[in-house]
């Protein structure tokens, strides 16, 4: 062990997790290592949330810009220069890395690009990079490695005909047609994506609906929506006999017991993640794992003192904010900075037209729980905002307790559900009631009068509807 | 006296306050009447909020439009069919006054197309339209006439010329110049409108800054994005000499000792309201007034038994949502359905672009009530959504009381500003403190962050400055 440094902290992955936590560890005066292998931001800000989003945002303006006689205007022709498309989402990722870069010097965080191992608890090795060799000598470690998408047995990525939303992220052309495998989150908005572009799109999803998380109205109408933009969706579906050659991807759709052969230039694979543990430990060093993910406590600690872990690494539910969440709880927690919290509940957000968000129960969740409840239910069609911005589709379902009237489940698809979803997690955080989001004045006209006529509705007490 | 009906309530206005108060009344069980001189939505609905957020629509897709290659665009030619711009939002008008006469309807309320008179007490005359001379008999009234736009004392608004916010909806064709006069919400917004569709726009304000409510933050940071725009803005500006003539309007803009000759097409009058009295009461009916507004007790009670009154018509703010509110109060109140409330506060809106939203006091008030406080802000440049979404202009600054760390005011500027304000006004009608708001998982990647993260900034715990 020739080189060694010193630290409060290192932590093993620069995602929001890692990130996170080492910004967190340096503003309580902490000296802390970020170890991340590519680039600070991970998957999430290089290769997930903040591309795809801008990504979609020009497919947006597209659509919009395709339908723009409708608000008063003759557009002569539009040439998609799809290469700038792509590089303006690679360059806003190449910005926020940088942001976060530079937050790391801020915050004097040790910012090293290399793969880390644990070689024993107290000491990290760099088995990568220019600092390879290397050891950080260090009092905790915070394992944030993240994961990384899933593919299907016995296909291989090619970034051009077998893709995950990595590949997707960095191509440069739109594949003439493409068959989606999964309809979660990811898979819905690339579907999005490629279709507002004019690829021909074909969503194949296991599970009897899109987004199967979500509530099942919001399911229903995303699917019909899709269907209306041109997609098309088979939910309750196996992908077999997955075949790629000859320029083209062909499989066999079951549905129940009937089979239809699909063909496309391109698959995409959404299926979900898998943990990314790879050399993470030395062979001394072993952690109590649960299924594939690093078991933690309460406290984000494992089952080895001094080794900590937060993010997509301990499991579901895989989103950014929730890890970020995590490892700020977990370097409170390890520097007695307050007791640290697992979370009680999220926010989950889909970026697809129409967008999804919700948070809590869905009505399925209240149903098999046999809760008593109420549910409020107020569409964009209602809305003066929505209809003068031409975004009247979706609606707001709120599900109540009876008799207590506070928030089990709200759910939101439409324009900017995204944001507005924050207002009802605010409200479960505070215990709010239907009655006191009811009696909050809202801006008017705005899209969140929606969230107030949904509690107002699931008394009768809406005035819009 | 003929032809007599008689009801639990009549209504004399349809706007926010009025059709509000009646279809809560009409959800009560109760029998009544709203008499609207006009159409049912009022002011707002016709000839404000909606169909200038229409308008607002229009401006934004077009700005974007001629921005289209950042995204990765090549747009032809773009022809804008102003006529066809007016023409749709006057048709989302069109379309949510039917909605008002559905709700009618489906609540039972009469709905007179008329102008009313309190006659006497409990006597209501129908003054004008087809049921002239008819009388109606009610238990209540309620009083939501509003107000109309303020015109220059000497001047005369001709549509062309000189106009104010209700003319300028209804105008087919862009002025190529136009002064704009009052730099508060309404003044704001239709500059924008008009700059971004290509009008040379120069804002007059008397005040020291643009949104003299706002916080001075946000004055500053709008007034230079106008600015940068392309807008002419003159603050601490009066006008003087007027003279419409000759197809144009010329005043004389006196800053300080300084003078400048302005010269436009059109002017827009943008100087605030008055309220609207006329005729309302027989000579047989006084009602205590305050300045020209109708005096109430916090039950919407006027100084005449059986006589409320709500909205605009009682004084200032002014706004289509604190209206509302008072005429769903003041109607609860009058049926024995719980305590009326009167607001204790209320989120204001301006729709130009950055968008601006507050709620609470200014820094500004707050010094001057000698508060002890702290500051949180967050740029929206630091935001990965805003970045992605190329719509970084602007900021969140929260204000919170110290020790107790609740929400003395918050302050938006930029995109979304006017949806995102919702949060923090929930947050504030339930006492939120910038822990709560902080320990509050936000949905990554969305502009709702910044809230958060502005309130975790009062205590310099902000991840990403």
Not at 352 to 375: F, H, N, W
């Amino acid at each position: 062990m020739a080189d060694t440094s010193s630290y409060d902290l290192v932590v093993i992955g620069g995602g929001p997790a890692g990130y996170a936590g080492a910004i967190r560890a340096g503003q309580l005066g902490k000296k802390v290592a970020c170890v991340e292998m590519e680039r600070a931001g991970g998957t999430c800000l290089n290769w997930g949330c903040i591309p795809s989003k801008a990504l979609l945002k020009s497919a947006e303006l597209y659509q919009k810009m395709l339908h723009a006689d409708d608000f008063g205007f003759n557009v002569g022709s539009i040439d998609v220069d799809f290469p700038k498309v792509v590089e303006r989402s690679r360059s806003v990722a190449n910005q926020m890395a940088k942001g976060i870069e530079f937050l790391f010097k801020k915050n004097k965080v040790d910012y090293i690009v290399g793969q880390a191992q644990i070689n024993v608890p107290g000491m990290v090795e760099l088995i990568s990079g220019d600092r390879k060799g290397e050891y950080l000598s260090t009092k905790n470690i915070l394992i944030a490695t993240g994961c990384r998408a899933r593919m299907l047995p016995g296909l291989t990525k090619d970034g051009k005909q077998v893709m995950t939303a990595r590949e997707i992220l960095d191509r440069r052309d739109l594949p003439k047609s493409c068959i989606v495998m999964g309809a979660g989150a990811i898979g819905m908005e690339f579907a999005y994506f490629l279709n507002a572009f004019g690829s021909d799109v074909t969503v194949v999803e296991m599970m009897d609906r899109v987004l199967p998380v979500e509530d099942d109205d919001v399911s229903k109408f995303v699917e019909k929506s899709f269907k209306k933009q041109g997609l098309k969706v088979m939910t309750g579906t196996k992908a077999e006999n997955i075949t790629v050659a000859d320029g083209k991807v062909t499989l066999d759709a079951m549905t129940g017991d009937k089979t239809e052969k699909l063909e496309a230039e391109s698959l995409l694979v959404a299926i979900g993640v898998q943990a990314n543990t790879d050399k993470l430990l030395s062979n001394r060093v072993k952690l109590e794992m649960h299924r594939n993910y690093v078991k933690v406590d309460a406290h984000y600690r494992t089952s080895v003192k001094g080794i900590y872990a937060a993010g997509d690494i301990i499991g579901p539910p895989w989103l950014a904010h929730v890890a970020t969440y995590e490892a700020v709880q977990a370097v409170n927690g390890m520097f007695d900075h307050g007791e640290p919290r697992p979370y009680v509940r999220f926010p989950g957000c889909t970026y697809c037209q129409p967008q999804v968000a919700s948070i809590g129960m869905t009505e399925r969740d209240v149903k098999a729980k046999e809760l008593k409840y109420k549910v409020g239910k107020f569409p964009f069609t209602a809305s003066g905002k929505a209809v003068a911005a031409m975004e009247s589709e979706g609606f707001v379902k709120l599900i109540v307790s009876e008799p207590e009237g506070e928030i089990l489940g709200a759910h939101i698809t439409g324009a900017e559900a995204t944001e507005l979803i924050a207002e009802y997690a605010l409200g479960m955080e505070l215990e709010a009631t239907w009655e006191e989001i009811h009696g909050t004045i809202h801006a008017h006209p705005t899209l969140s009068e929606a969230l107030m006529e949904a509690a107002a509705a699931t008394h009768n007490e809406a005035i819009h509807i």
